[in-house]
């Protein structure tokens, strides 16, 4: 049966919603990547930053060297990063493979494994991010009841250079959550195709 003539009937309706759906799996994939994309660069940045940074202050005729290896929060906030920077690099290129040969969809096994995987690196990204950032805290601001004296006021450049480092972590951490999201909504959209296929059935 056709509506004015134009041969357009009932059933052409749904694939009109499957090409909507398909157009915003694409732009769900977009967006993945440019997360991913943002993600390797700002761990990468943070790292970099928090471990080449260094001072030296002489104090009379001693010198104290500054370096990223005296807070051991520090070296995690570095590892963590290096961590998150080269896992998302790799689903960088994951990304782009599948930008390429138009394959939109996940299996199981792997939405499951992207999933774990993204949940695992964003408590990792939080836990040395909140770590680093309360040390830098007590250097910062000092800590009188634990006599814990303000140590960057000495190494004013070294605190600095952490403190970049760390604001780039944060909107690494909050990018990972934002992106665990995403990964979340594509695992279980899977479930939910099942289910309606089953119900299509009946």
């Given at each position: 049966?056709?509506?004015?003539?134009?041969?357009?009937?009932?059933?052409?309706?749904?694939?009109?919603?499957?090409?909507?759906?398909?157009?915003?799996?694409?732009?769900?994939?977009?967006g993945e990547l440019i997360l991913r994309c943002v993600i390797c660069v700002l761990a990468l940045v943070s790292a970099v930053l928090v471990g080449t940074d260094t001072q030296v202050k002489r104090i009379f005729s001693i010198e104290?060297?500054?370096?990223?290896?005296?807070?051991?929060?520090?070296?995690?906030?570095?590892?963590?990063?290096g961590i998150a920077a080269a896992y998302s690099?790799?689903?960088?290129?994951?990304?782009?493979?599948?930008?390429?040969?138009?394959?939109?969809?996940?299996?199981?096994?792997?939405?499951?494994?992207?999933?774990?995987?993204?949940?695992?690196?964003?408590?990792?990204?939080l836990a040395a991010t909140a770590s680093a950032t309360q040390g830098s805290l007590f250097a910062k601001l000092g800590e009188p009841a634990l006599q814990w004296m303000k140590i960057c006021n000495m190494y004013g450049k070294f605190?600095?250079?952490?403190?970049?480092?760390?604001?780039?972590?944060?909107?690494?951490?909050l990018s990972m959550v934002i992106l665990s999201?995403?990964?979340?909504f594509c695992l279980f959209r899977l479930y939910g195709e099942n289910k309606a296929k089953n119900n299509a059935r009946w």
């Open positions: 049966m056709s509506y004015l003539g134009v041969g357009v009937s009932p059933g052409n309706v749904a694939v009109h919603h499957g090409s909507d759906l398909k157009v915003f799996e694409r732009r769900v994939r977009l104290k060297k500054a370096q990223f290896t005296d807070m051991k929060a520090l070296v995690f906030l570095v590892v963590a990063n690099g790799v689903h960088v290129l994951r990304c782009i493979v599948s930008m390429v040969r138009g394959s939109v969809l996940f299996n199981k096994p792997l939405a499951w494994a992207i999933f774990s995987g993204d949940q695992m690196m964003t408590y990792l990204c605190c600095n250079q952490i403190g970049e480092g760390i604001a780039s972590a944060v909107l690494v951490s999201a995403i990964s979340a």
